[in-house]
């Protein structure tokens, strides 16, 4: 990043930043209070059906980058007051800096250098008097139990039934080592009393829920639906498998997650979360579920076999938010935008462990199927060989091994955000017969529509491509064409002179002396 221009940088102190940002909300309802001061939130009043009318209202209202989250507050067939928030990030940086307390204004690039500062720092939860909890204000147990009054949704016309999808936190135990696992699966209302879970393969609470199946014990799991924006961001990701992600969300918040013990079974839940529900999965407890219209813009795998929770207990607020996040093609994604900064920072973590010297700069495109599909880093090659073993890392480190697919390396002098400069140093600097490498058999998703009969899809491949210049003969490689350092700050200083619209761009390479 030292290579963008003093001249154009409106640099502020920390102090001046810390005036700017605010606490990251501890719940949805101070996360909606913030975005619509900003004007970031759009209420609808108008009654709408939960029957795929609120998924193809967000759908195309979220056609624009930086839409508004949609606050839905009348649902048919749901009792009054009970709403459902779309989309609570959706493509907006502004909702995504109030989502971790961060300040606004900040540059892609500066936003994801702190994300990843931030992503690795831990702080451990702690439990609160259950009486404190504002999510145990109302109770349903045995007969009274039906979530089926929830704003669940068909988010799409083909899916298989009303769905949590996938703005949710799911809480699990490992059996072996005790720690406790959030992740956010889709959840299928079966019944008034059941919810089924579908779990790619190699996703931690799958594992825990085979695990406790093996030793002929039931699986205990929390769902919780309406969580706060830190969570939901932890939540979503890949973090080491014998690590809890409540730490790491309350680490990102800057403050401990807020519990309260429960009553149904073993573990806590958030005592701030507008719905949860605690469950069992006993031996071979399963329904068929699906299909559902995933982050890849396409419906995932065919109607099959998917973990069946029976819920044993639901504890809710006054008046509940159901958090929704549409699956869809970007912009509409809602996890798109947040993915690709929490992803890059975290891909970029995994190298920095590894003592990967060099790094410029990560990012995986949130057109690219949610973040998943394109990750390009930008490196300074230092010896012979190290663009190769970026990729080869960057494709299989944790954060980046599930669902990766094209890994790309450019030069230090190439913005890895900006997608036309990657497209010219494919153009310029790869050369396909040796430049590409692939891996077979990596860890994949039933979600990917590119491998057929679905039962291939767990095992993916990644395209490793060296869109570097040949370190072999870098100090003879053809220059290129670059504005002079001088001319550029001159140029700089008197852009509104010149009468030019708007502010300088920043460009990371320039002709020194």
């Not at 204004?105 to 439990?127: M, N, T, W």
Request: glycine content about 8%.
């Amino acid at each position: 990043m030292e290579e963008i221009a003093v001249a154009i940088r409106e640099a502020k102190s920390e102090r001046e930043e810390s005036e700017q940002a605010a606490p990251a909300p501890r719940d949805v309802r101070e996360y909606i209070a913030a975005i619509e001061k900003i004007g970031q939130l759009k209420r609808i009043t108008s009654a709408v059906s939960r029957n795929e009318e609120m998924g193809a209202i967000t759908y195309m209202y979220h056609q624009r980058i930086g839409a508004p989250a949609l606050l839905f507050e009348k649902i048919t067939g749901c009792p009054p007051g009970f709403r459902a928030l779309w989309n609570p990030i959706g493509s907006s940086m502004d909702r995504l800096a109030i989502a971790i307390g961060d300040p606004f204004g900040l540059s892609l690039h500066q936003f994801i250098e702190r994300y990843r500062d931030r992503s690795g720092k831990r702080i451990a939860p702690v439990i609160v008097d259950p009486k404190d909890a504002p999510v145990n204000a109302h109770h349903m147990r045995g007969g009274d139990i039906d979530v089926t009054i929830f704003p669940a949704a068909r988010h799409w016309p083909h899916d298989g039934g009303e769905y949590i999808g996938t703005c949710d936190a799911t809480i699990t135990r490992d059996p072996d080592g005790g720690w406790l696992n959030v992740g956010t699966y889709r959840q299928m209302v079966q019944s008034r009393n059941e919810v089924g879970l579908y779990l790619s393969p190699g996703k931690d609470a799958r594992l825990h829920i085979e695990r406790y199946w093996s030793m002929g014990k039931p699986c205990e799991v929390i769902a919780c639906w309406g969580i706060d924006p830190a969570l939901f961001l932890v939540a979503s990701q890949t973090f080491p498998k014998t690590q809890s992600e409540l730490d790491y969300a309350g680490g990102l918040a800057g403050r401990p997650v807020e519990l309260v013990q429960g009553t149904a079974t073993s573990l806590p839940y958030p005592a701030r979360a507008e719905i949860v529900m605690e469950g069992l999965i006993p031996p071979g407890s399963e329904r068929t579920e699906g299909p559902f219209g995933e982050f890849t813009g396409y419906y995932g795998r065919p109607p099959g076999p998917a973990f069946l929770m029976q819920v044993k207990a639901v504890h809710y607020r006054d008046n509940p938010i159901l958090t929704h996040a549409l699956m869809a093609d970007y912009p509409a994604n809602e996890q798109a935008m947040f993915f690709s900064v929490a992803r890059s920072g975290r891909i970029w973590n995994d190298l920095e462990r590894l003592g990967i010297p060099g790094i410029k700069g990560i990012y995986c495109h949130p057109a690219a199927s949610g973040g998943f599909g394109i990750t390009v880093i930008s490196i300074e090659q230092r010896y012979a060989g190290h663009a190769k073993q970026v990729l080869a890392l960057a494709a299989q480190c944790p954060a980046g091994a599930y669902f990766s697919k094209w890994i790309i390396a450019v030069d230090e002098d190439v913005d890895p955000i900006d997608i036309n400069q990657v497209l010219w140093a494919l153009a310029t600097r790869c050369h396909p017969a040796t430049d590409i490498d692939l891996l077979r058999d990596t860890w994949s998703t039933y979600l990917d529509p590119s491998q057929n009969p679905p039962e291939k899809r767990p095992f993916g491949s990644n395209a490793l491509i060296n869109a570097c210049k040949d370190y072999r003969f870098i100090k003879e490689f053809s220059p290129r064409t670059k504005v002079r350092r001088a001319t550029y700050e001159a140029v700089c200083r008197r852009w509104k002179e010149l009468g030019l619209e708007g502010e300088p761009p920043q460009l990371r390479a320039l002709e020194e002396g």
